[in-house]
T-cell receptor
Framework: QQQVKQSPQSLIVQKGGISIINCAYE??????FPWYQQFPGKGPALLIA???DVSEKKEGRFTISFNKSAKQFSLHIMDSQPGDSATYFC?????????WGAGTKLIIKP | DAGVIQSPRHEVTEMGQEVTLRCKPI?????LFWYRQTMMRGLELLIY????????DSGMPEDRFSAKMPNASFSTLKIQPSEPRDSAVYFC????????????FGNGTRLTVT
């Protein structure tokens, strides 16, 4: 019940396309849903986050869509660029506990 | 702001040896987290501290692992004795005290135990 399931494991998108990564959770007590971006040789860094009382949050080319009834949330990257190639992690939190998805390796082809 | 600083960046050691990983959190951050990342298990929380006090060490795999935070600007993760299955990237992260503050990760220590 503490799991966050992330899909797909890997994703290849053409430059300029839309990248979509999905996550699902079971525990309705989760109250904060961040996405982290990790480049090779670096630690993860917060990209964007959402609370369950909001259905969508947009920051530049990055948008989180949140479906509370379905217990699902997704990251959309519009106009994907080669510099967006990285591993993306969704997560869900209760208090100071962060439960991480398994990660999606995104490759943007020029 | 220098960010979270970890050392060493790479560590190669032989099975049975003691390994010490070091972390300097961002000044003013009162939470410190140690994570381990592997392909098989992803990101695993090992332990976290609040104001230098260990709060939850339930993720520490076994007694061979220990962590300390003697002051607000320094923490260590020690493995003694090390085993090949400990090979992973170990990350330190820090955050401010409020709930849902972002985690700021260091660049990690890649540990290889042969």
């Amino acid at each position: 019940q503490q799991q966050v399931k992330q899909s797909p494991q890997s994703l290849i998108v053409q430059k300029g396309g839309i990248s979509i990564i999905n996550c699902a959770y079971e525990n309705t007590a989760f109250d904060y849903f961040p996405w982290y971006q990790q480049f090779p040789g670096k630690g993860p860094a917060l990209l964007i986050a959402i609370r369950p009382d909001v259905s969508e949050k947009k920051e530049g080319r990055f948008t989180i869509s949140f479906n509370k009834s379905a217990k699902q949330f997704s990251l959309h990257i519009m106009d994907s660029q080669p510099g967006d190639s990285a591993t993306y992690f969704c997560a869900a939190s209760i208090g100071y506990q962060l439960i991480w998805g398994a990660g999606t390796k995104l490759i943007i082809k020029p | 702001d220098a960010g979270v600083i970890q050392s060493p960046r790479h560590e190669v050691t032989e099975m049975g040896q003691e390994v010490t990983l070091r972390c300097k959190p961002i000044s003013g951050h009162d939470y410190l987290f140690w994570y381990r990342q592997t392909m098989m298990r992803g990101l695993e929380l090992l332990i976290y501290f609040n104001n230098n006090v260990p709060i939850d060490d339930s993720g520490m795999p076994e007694d061979r692992f220990s962590a300390k935070m003697p002051n607000a600007s320094f923490s260590t993760l020690k493995i003694q004795p090390s085993e090949p299955r400990d090979s992973a990237v170990y990350f330190c992260a820090s955050s401010r005290g409020s709930l849902n503050s972002p985690l700021h990760f260091g660049n990690g220590t890649r540990l290889t135990v042969t």
